[in-house]
């Protein structure tokens, strides 16, 4: 990624987007530039204005955010070049001195309500929950109420890097619902794909040509017959009308991989549409070993067949 050295990200600063984004080495020397909302980031990139745009895009408790992953699909001409999974800690954030049991508004993106909704009626049950365009900005809006009348019993919901920066105290920690709460980040650029590393994923939407009895099927059967395995598997309206669906499906290797090359060409060979969203480098440690089985059948089943062919009278 030496190319880069403009970045775009969902700000203000001190957003969990920032967190990872800082928390990758080769992209935190880059300048790193806020947007307000997803849709500006992604859109910056096409224009020009910065090299990459690092966005959101997979919650593991709240799942697709439907907001980058429309504009991938719909908007832009983008390519996915990594994923990074982060472990996300949601805390309460407030003013100094104010107990939580006197909080009356909770700032945050709606998103992050969802992940701690439970903790929050719980401890703060009656509070109002105001939405923002990012957990840093109901970090930002906070502090500054605080500052300018000091009576305001507001409270925020976003990373610690928010409450440092913004004049803020973590009143509690880890208040997400779910243990396991991890969110997933892309980071894209125009038409480039990286090269493989032997553990890879690749993204597309399959568009169909009619709504009809084992279409969904068909497409599966694809990926099934070159053993390839799929990791992610959903449907998104089209904007097309009630029933119009495509499918987004994430599935373990890479473009360069021979059996992967082979199924997205008999794809797109039997869809309206294929859009392919990139070929990247793989967060996490699953899918090598079956990647190589898999190249290593369809070799040898391309040499069975080729032989065959050779055996043709002509």
């Not at 009348?149 to 208040?175: C, H, K, M, N, Q």
């Not at 987004?248 to 082979?262: A, N, P, S, Y």
């Not at 309206?272 to 070799?299: C, M, N, T, V």
Request: hydrophobic residues 45%.
């Amino acid at each position: 990624m030496s190319d880069l050295t403009r970045i775009g990200f969902l700000g203000p600063h001190a957003t969990f987007t920032e967190e990872a984004l800082l928390g990758e080495a080769d992209l935190a020397t880059c300048e790193l530039v806020p947007y307000g909302v997803m849709t500006e980031a992604l859109a910056a990139v096409e224009s020009s204005e910065v090299d990459a745009a690092f966005v959101p895009i997979e919650n593991a408790i709240e799942g697709t955010v439907n907001l980058t992953l429309d504009a991938l699909i719909f908007d832009h001409d983008l390519f996915i070049q990594r994923e990074v999974v982060k472990r996300i800690v949601m805390n309460l954030l407030t003013p100094p001195g104010l107990a939580i049991a006197d909080v009356e508004r909770v700032l945050t993106l709606p998103v992050a309500v969802a992940q701690c909704r439970e903790w929050l009626l719980a401890n703060a049950p009656g509070a109002e929950f105001v939405a923002t365009n990012s957990t840093a900005d109901a970090a930002r809006i906070v502090g500054e109420r605080a500052v300018a009348d000091p009576s305001v019993r507001d409270a925020a919901v976003g990373p610690a890097l928010s409450a440092e920066l913004y004049g803020l105290e973590i009143a509690a920690t880890d208040i997400e619902d779910h243990p396991d709460n991890a969110t997933r980040f892309v980071l894209v650029q125009p038409k480039r794909i990286p090269a493989p590393t032997g553990h890879d994923k690749t993204s597309i939407v399959c568009f169909q040509r009619a709504d009809q009895p084992g279409s969904l099927h068909s497409i599966l059967g694809q990926f099934t017959a070159r053993n390839i395995n799929l990791s992610k598997l959903e449907s998104r309206p089209t904007k097309a009308g009630l029933g119009n669906y495509c499918f987004i499906i994430d599935f373990d290797g890479h473009i360069d991989d021979e059996v992967v090359f082979d199924c997205l060409r008999d794809l797109h060979a039997s869809l309206a549409e294929l859009k392919f969203l990139g070929s990247y480098p793989a967060a996490g440690e699953h899918g090598a070993a079956i990647r190589r089985d898999a190249e290593q059948s369809w070799r040898t089943a391309d040499a069975w067949a080729r032989e065959l062919r050779g055996q043709i009278s002509r």
